[in-house]
């Protein structure tokens, strides 16, 4: 079971850069890491997936080290509307699907 | 691209009583999971179903017991309801092989179960 750990919170002034790191141990050959945002009373949302090294996009960036047993999101410059928690998932690689949610992270920006 | 849809959005249940939630995917989606949100916890996976087939489960208890029709849209069906199953219950689909590391899911909006 792939196993997913992050810190349960963390503040951050608006405008500043924000990285959270997520460890996963037993990720499997074949599988990819994804994060998702979810705000209270909503489904998650999707952010970000990477396979290793670095992936950007329009909201965040993925880094992943070679050895794959970590990744860190990193959110430039958050504003009071990326207040929300961060979900880091792996899946669990054995015959399915079965993707599980840790408990992540709850980002509390400030103003 | 209409996104996944879930119905009820709301309901009121008492306990023994038994429950259908339904799930539309998005469109293109070939699989659909579901999840169990307490209040103050990451979403626990109940199962999923891939081509209308369970294709895993969570640790959860035969009442819980789901489908997936043709249209791959799906429902979740809990019997005997206890106190505790008072949640949001989210439906998340996905285009994938059976056994892809890679797919990114969609979420619906959830139903807020309460059970009294």
């Known amino acids: 079971l792939a196993k997913t750990t992050q810190p349960i919170s963390m503040d951050s002034y608006e405008g500043q850069e924000v990285n959270i790191t997520c460890s996963h141990n037993n990720i499997a050959t074949n599988d990819y890491i994804t994060w998702y945002q979810q705000f209270p009373s909503q489904g998650p949302r999707f952010i970000i997936q990477?396979?290793?090294t670095k992936v950007t996009n329009e909201v965040a960036s993925l880094f992943i080290p070679a050895d794959r047993k970590s990744s860190t999101l990193s959110l430039p410059r958050v504003s009071l509307s990326d207040t929300a928690v961060y979900y880091c998932?792996?899946?669990?690689?054995?015959?399915?699907?079965?993707?599980?949610f840790g408990t992540g992270t709850k980002l509390q920006v400030i103003p | 691209e209409t996104g996944v849809t879930q119905s009820p959005t709301h309901l009121i249940k008492t306990r023994g009583q038994q429950v259908t939630l339904r799930c539309s995917s998005q469109s293109g989606h070939n699989t659909v999971s579901w999840y169990q949100q307490a209040l103050g916890q990451g979403p626990q996976f109940i199962f999923q179903y891939y081509r209308e087939e369970e294709n895993g489960r969570g640790n959860f208890p035969p009442r819980f017991s789901g489908l997936q029709f043709p249209n791959y849209s799906s429902e979740l069906n809990v019997n005997a309801l206890e106190l505790d199953d008072s949640a949001l219950y989210l439906c998340?689909?996905?285009?994938?092989?059976?056994?892809?590391?890679?797919?990114?899911?969609?979420f619906g909006a959830g139903s807020r179960l309460t059970v009294l």
């Open positions: 990477g396979y290793k």
């Open positions: 998932l792996v899946p669990n690689s054995g015959g399915y699907q079965k993707v599980t």
């Open positions: 998340a689909s996905s285009q994938g092989s059976r056994n892809s590391g890679a797919n990114v899911l969609t």
